[in-house]
């Protein structure tokens, strides 16, 4: 008999509450969770008896959490109480712009990093298969520096959780139980560059134990500057097999994404890891504010197919949140999302439930996120190289993890 996959929900309505604190999404965090509860998604039906669906509400990290990755005097003045350091201390650490402070600031990013890291441990310790967790993904945040709207960087220390985790021993993964260590593989799904997970793990992925691969947008002037956020270039020295970028042009389709998942399966099979950590950004989707993309939810090369596939595969999976600038369509994908983690897949036609939120789900009040009419710029040219430049990188990963 086959044992039901297990999967946890991390959320709590005082979760929601600080998540939905923070100026750049405001409220989000309150709309996707009621969405996903009208769904009635974590009470599966008896026809998906294969899956098991728990809620886990999340404590906060505590200060010493966050100095597993971030510096002490970024914690510091992140945390600080009363908040609002000096102005200088706010410049040197990104604390103003797009990351100034704001009331409950302290408890948002204990909040996040404490959410992220207990869907990380139940993972690691064995208690489930898939963890989701939508109000992590803060991917941008650097050690000792706020930036894109992220304060704490929960998925580097939900990595960082999951690296020191045991291999789950499967035959398909490693077939001769001959691994030591974990092998945790990070995707980014999200339209901006991952560059706080890279530059976290950069440079430390020869031991084979974390991989980075971002697929984002990329061109002059779009958030974030980053020289990484480029094809990789495999003649260069500092090239780092572990640390991977896919850059995609304006547009990006369903279409471009059926043609690059080529690439992410490719990676995958070679580095077959124990666990992944999706960051599941839906600023891609059509029509997102801060987006570039006309990217959407359904049919072959849309977001749900993508995240199935991974679902799919034999790693335990931690689906994390990320960017998003229209509410309605990121909680209608993170709840299609939670959908297919809980095996009880919605049709993206489905009817938006009466609830307490319905409304901002017109006209459609329906499921979707359709693509809208802007041309995909992506050219059979350039996913063209974009595959012929992956094929030699899986080579190098190759070698470099048969070392
Ligand atoms: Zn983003």
Redesign the pocket.
Same mark, same amino acid.
């Given at each position: 008999m086959v044992e039901p996959r297990r999967i946890t929900y991390v959320a709590s309505e005082k979760l929601a509450k600080t998540s939905s604190l923070l100026p750049s999404n405001r409220n989000r965090s309150t709309f996707v969770h009621a969405l996903i509860t009208a769904f009635d998604l974590l009470r599966p039906s008896p026809s998906a008896a294969s899956r098991v669906v728990s809620l886990l509400r999340p404590s906060p990290a505590s200060e010493s959490d966050l100095t597993a990755y971030h510096d002490r005097c970024y914690v510091d003045a992140l945390l600080a109480d009363p908040p609002g350091p000096d102005r200088t201390t706010c410049n040197e650490f990104g604390l103003e712009g797009d990351c100034a402070f704001f009331p409950g600031l302290r408890e948002y990013a204990l909040g996040v990093a404490g959410a992220s890291m207990a869907a990380a441990r139940e993972l690691a310790e064995g208690r489930c298969d898939i963890a989701i967790c939508w109000d992590g993904g803060r991917h941008h945040a650097h050690k000792s520096l706020a930036s894109g709207f992220c304060y704490v960087n929960d998925c580097v220390l939900a990595l960082l959780v999951l690296r020191r985790a045991s291999p789950a021993p499967s035959p398909s993964l490693d077939p001769g139980n001959v691994r030591k260590k974990s092998r945790v593989m990070y995707l980014d799904l999200?339209?901006?560059y991952g560059d706080g997970v890279a530059a976290a793990f950069r440079g430390a992925g020869a031991r084979g134990q974390v991989l980075t691969l971002s697929i984002h947008h990329a061109a002059l002037g779009f958030f974030p500057a980053s020289e990484h956020a480029v094809l990789p270039d495999i003649s260069s020295a500092a090239f780092d097999p572990f640390a991977l970028s896919l850059p995609l042009h304006a547009g990006a389709s369903c279409a471009t994404f059926a043609r690059v998942w080529r690439t992410v399966d490719r990676v995958l099979e070679a580095f077959a890891p124990d666990y992944i950590v999706l960051q599941c950004?839906v600023?891609g989707l059509a029509e997102d504010p801060?987006g570039a993309w006309n990217w959407s939810l359904g049919g072959e090369g849309g977001l749900a197919w993508c995240v199935q596939r991974v679902l799919d595969s034999p790693a335990k999976v931690l689906l994390l949140g %990320? %960017?998003g600038y229209s509410l309605p369509n990121t909680a209608r994908a993170w709840a299609l999302l939670t959908s297919l983690a809980c095996g009880v897949p919605l049709s993206p036609d489905t009817p938006i439930p009466n609830h307490a939120g319905f409304t901002v789900y017109a006209p459609s009040f329906t499921l979707d996120v359709p693509p809208s009419n802007v041309r995909d710029e992506n050219t059979e040219d350039y996913l063209t190289e974009v595959d012929a430049i992956f094929e030699r990188v899986v080579e190098i990963l190759r070698t470099r993890l048969a070392l």
């Open positions: 999200d339209v901006h950004g600023d801060l %990320g %960017g």
